[in-house]
Nanobody
Framework: QVQLVESGGGLVQAGGSLRLSCAAS????????MGWFRRAPGKEREFVAA????????DYADSVKGRFTISRDNAKNTVFLQMNSLKPEDTAVYYC??????????????????WGQGTQVTVSS
């Protein structure tokens, strides 16, 4: 049983940075791709970034490209989301997710098998 635990959220001013972490346990971490999604108040969950199981391939939503960086450390069973130049519209609950089937990054929520509980990111103007 894979468990995903996010951390690193908080309150930051516009233009600031945060680094989210997602620690995984229960299954060989390097066997599955990982993604980050977010849900803003009153909106549906949306794709943010994803990374292949060995980290060689990444994908980003247009809204965060150039500002956010996804990475992973398979030795530490952890995936990261470095968020720079944050904007108020980045305010959301951020979720990490694990895809046990495909080794490549996906933007589809239906592909992911396991989700973390989420961490709140609030960007003030």
């Amino acid at each position: 049983q894979v468990q995903l635990v996010e951390s690193g959220g908080g309150l930051v001013q516009a233009g600031g940075s945060l680094r989210l972490s997602c620690a995984a346990s229960g299954r060989a971490f390097s066997t599955y791709a990982m993604g980050w999604f977010r849900r803003a108040p009153g909106k549906e969950r949306e794709f943010v970034a994803a990374i292949s199981r060995y980290g060689e391939t990444t994908d980003y939503a247009d809204s965060v490209k150039g500002r956010f960086t996804i990475s992973r450390d398979n030795a530490k069973n952890t995936v990261f989301l470095q968020m720079n130049s944050l904007k108020p519209e980045d305010t959301a609950v951020y979720y990490c997710a694990a895809d046990f089937t495909m080794g490549t990054p996906s933007r589809l929520t239906s592909v992911y098998d396991k989700w973390g509980q989420g961490t709140q990111v609030t960007v003030s103007s």
